[in-house]
């Protein structure tokens, strides 16, 4: 058994990502409160050099194999329980991505430690972790500890600063055997993005719009506010599943987690599966007719006007 913190790595062409440095900086500070170290986990294929991008852990295990080259349930679940099961952490911290769940729900199931998802804050005291997790959708936040004092946390984008785990350093890197995985899930393709259309998560300026819009050549308008803004057009889920917008640009439960400094929320109710994806906005305007619309309960500031009327005034404001 050990002290260490371990975080699950994802990476994609070579480039670790942001939910990783965002992992590792918390674990530092864990590991600190625990006695132990900052371990990060990668699994992939020719993957020693990411370990130069990884200078926040004290070390870096691999495993190291053709069939991890692409994100695989099985393969992956069994090379996390493989190191589970050999270097007891105190914690491990994977991201609460669509494959982090996966494989997390997995090595839970397989090992018998207890899984604590949609964490948002997660300390070190006494000696074990304590996590706060979303549940229901986010209208609740339960703080939980593990019954035997160690377990897997899956944790949202942006809930710790990535600036703390981007750390200068290269540190050494162990590699371990990939286990025999009975591996009936097989990797077909990856479908990437729509080239050429935005990031909404990189954005640090969202008008979204919701179906408050009413109809889809209102839309341009909405174009026009996020460019005199220098921003982005995202939004809720039924204007994606109307076609209107690109599935690229859903906030969500389903769709994307966005952090910007400021999301303008046009004509959107705000129900839980929205709020999941926007409530870490660093400031957050709605526009609503409805005084009641559950949107005001997370909104810094608030308008209960049409925002037919507003948007284009608003507009005319900025560019004047
Ligand atoms: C498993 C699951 C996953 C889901 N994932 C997502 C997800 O990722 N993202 C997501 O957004 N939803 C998701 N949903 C759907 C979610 O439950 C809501 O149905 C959806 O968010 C509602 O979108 P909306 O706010 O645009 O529409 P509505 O709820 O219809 O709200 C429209 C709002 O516009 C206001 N309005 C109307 N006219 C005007 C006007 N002229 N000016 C100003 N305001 C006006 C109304 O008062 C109303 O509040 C998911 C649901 C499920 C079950």
Same mark, same amino acid.
């Given at each position: 058994?050990?002290? @260490? ?9 070579? /480039? ?18 625990? !006695? !132990?170290?900052? +371990?990060? /986990? *990668? ?11 990884? !200078? ?6 691999? /495993? @190291? ?56 804050? +997660? ?22 500890? %593990?019954?035997? =004092? #160690? ?8 809930? %710790? ?25 097989? %990797? +077909? ?8 259309? &935005? ?12 179906? =408050? $819009? ?7 308008? *909405? ?7 220098? =921003? ?8 994606? @599943? ?14 994307? #987690? &966005? ?7 046009? !004509? ?15 400031? $957050? ?12 309960? &997370? ?11 507003? /948007? ?9």
């Amino acid at each position: 058994m050990s002290n @260490d913190i371990l975080v699950l790595v994802e990476h994609r062409d070579g /480039v670790v990502a942001e939910s990783a440095h965002e992992l590792l900086g918390r674990a530092r500070q864990l590991a600190g409160s625990s !006695g !132990g170290e900052a +371990v990060a /986990v *990668v699994f992939g294929s020719g993957i020693d050099a990411l370990a130069g991008q990884l !200078g926040a852990a004290s070390r870096v295990l691999t /495993v @190291d194999d053709p069939s991890l080259a692409q994100p695989t349930p099985a393969a992956y679940q069994a090379a996390l329980v493989a190191i589970l099961r050999e270097r007891q952490p105190l914690l491990a911290l994977v991201p609460n991505s669509g494959i982090g769940m996966d494989v997390a729900a997995g090595a839970s199931a397989a090992t018998g430690l207890p899984l604590a998802a949609y964490a948002t804050a +997660v300390e070190v005291d006494g000696g074990a972790p304590r996590v706060t997790c979303r549940i229901y959708g986010g209208k609740i936040d339960a703080t939980v500890r %593990f019954r035997d =004092g #160690r377990g897997i946390a899956t944790v949202v984008t942006g809930a %710790f600063p990535a600036a703390a785990g981007q750390v200068a350093g290269s540190p050494p890197v162990e590699r371990v055997a990939l286990p025999a995985a009975d591996s009936r899930v097989r %990797f +077909v393709a990856l479908h990437r993005p729509e080239a050429g259309d &935005v990031d909404i998560t990189r954005e640090a300026i969202l008008v979204s719009v919701g179906r =408050g $819009i009413g109809e889809q050549e209102n839309l341009e308008i *909405v174009g026009e506010l996020a460019g005199a803004l220098g =921003g982005a057009v995202s939004s809720s889920r039924p204007i994606v @599943d109307s076609g209107w917008l690109p599935r690229t640009r859903q906030v969500g439960k389903s769709g994307l #987690r &966005v952090k910007p400094k400021l999301y303008l929320a046009l !004509g959107i109710s705000g129900a839980p599966e929205h709020l999941e994806g926007m409530r870490d906005a660093e400031l $957050i305007v709605a526009v609503n007719t409805d005084p009641r619309a559950p949107i005001f309960g &997370v909104a810094h500031y608030g308008a209960t006007v049409d925002l037919l009327d507003l /948007v284009p005034a608003l507009t005319r404001r900025l560019a004047g």
